[in-house]
């Protein structure tokens, strides 16, 4: 079974910059870089928003971080990164950042992704911005 944890996050001021990290383990022959992934979010009393996608090397933003925040993915043994570094950060940026993988493997699906696409979650890490 595959397993998200996130890590990272915590508050900041406004225009400073954060990174959060998911690691991204388990399921034995789950070949994560041919899987999309992603970071969602969610704000107090908000919907849970797709932030930024990737599927191999090919990320995609939404349009409210595009040219801030910057996703990556690294590579261990069975293991992998999902990796966001979010600059320029605004107090709208506030909410419980979520990485999430989709299976079975495949290219993302186009923007904004479904949510119900994605089929693994982490539990989520707080990020808050204050102005």
């Known amino acids: 079974q595959v397993q998200l944890v996130e890590s990272g996050g915590g508050s900041v001021q406004a225009g400073g910059s954060l990174s959060v990290s998911c690691t991204i383990s388990?399921?034995?022959?789950?070949?994560?870089?041919?899987?999309?992934m992603g970071w969602f979010r969610q704000a107090p009393g908000k919907e849970r928003e797709a932030v930024a996608i990737?599927?191999?090397?090919?990320?995609?933003?939404s349009d409210s971080v595009k040219g801030r925040f910057t996703i990556s993915r690294g590579y261990g043994e069975s293991t992998v990164y999902l990796n966001l570094r979010m600059n320029s950060l605004e107090p709208e940026d506030t909410a419980l950042y979520y990485c999430?993988?989709?299976?079975?493997?495949?290219?993302?699906?186009?923007?904004?992704?479904?949510?119900?696409?994605?089929?693994?979650w982490g539990q989520g890490t707080q990020v808050t911005v204050s102005s």
């Open positions: 388990g399921a034995s022959g789950y070949t994560y870089s041919s899987h999309c």
């Open positions: 999430a993988a989709r299976s079975p493997s495949g290219p993302c699906q186009g923007w904004p992704p479904a949510l119900h696409e994605f089929t693994d």
């Open positions: 990737i599927y191999n090397t090919l990320p995609k933003y």
